[in-house]
């Protein structure tokens, strides 16, 4: 079994900067790919990006790709989403995930989820 937390959402201007954090309790964290999506409302919950158990390797959905990274600690059971250049378009719900199988930028082959947070950019 697998907690997730995220944290670290907020309000912020167009063209700004935020860091998600999603800290995880379990003893198996460093063995899961680790996902982030999100959901504005009356929207479909959307990938955003998703990197290997070990960092190696990461993924990005076309509409972050050269604005969001993402990175994790697995000594302190923490993946990180940092988005930088943020848009209106990118307010949403944020969640992080743990990826069990199948395709990445599909929410039904995530496992475990965290509860969200809040993601406003304000133009």
Same mark, same amino acid.
């Given at each position: 079994?697998?907690?997730?937390?995220?944290?670290? /959402?907020?309000?912020? #201007? $167009?063209? !700004?900067?935020? +860091?998600?954090?999603? =800290?995880?309790?379990?003893?198996?964290?460093? %063995?899961?790919?680790? /996902?982030?999506?999100? #959901? $504005?409302? !009356?929207?479909? +919950?959307?990938?955003? =990006?998703?990197?290997?158990?070990?960092?190696? %390797?990461?993924?990005?959905?076309?509409?972050?790709?050269?604005?969001?990274?993402?990175?994790?600690?697995?000594?302190?059971?923490?993946?990180?989403?940092?988005?930088?250049?943020?848009?209106?378009?990118?307010?949403?719900?944020?969640?992080?995930?743990?990826?069990?199988?199948?395709?990445?930028?599909?929410?039904?082959?995530?496992?475990?989820?965290?509860?969200?947070?809040?993601?406003?950019?304000?133009?």
């Amino acid at each position: 079994q697998v907690q997730l937390v995220e944290s670290g /959402g907020g309000l912020v #201007q $167009a063209g !700004g900067s935020l +860091r998600l954090s999603c =800290a995880a309790s379990g003893r198996t964290f460093s %063995s899961y790919n680790m /996902g982030w999506f999100r #959901q $504005a409302p !009356g929207k479909e +919950r959307e990938f955003v =990006a998703i990197i290997s158990w070990s960092g190696d %390797s990461t993924y990005f959905a076309d509409s972050v790709k050269g604005r969001f990274t993402i990175s994790r600690d697995n000594t302190k059971n923490t993946v990180y989403l940092q988005m930088n250049s943020l848009k209106p378009e990118d307010t949403a719900v944020y969640y992080c995930a743990a990826f069990d199988s199948g395709s990445y930028y599909c929410p039904f082959s995530y496992e475990y989820w965290g509860q969200g947070t809040q993601v406003t950019v304000s133009s």
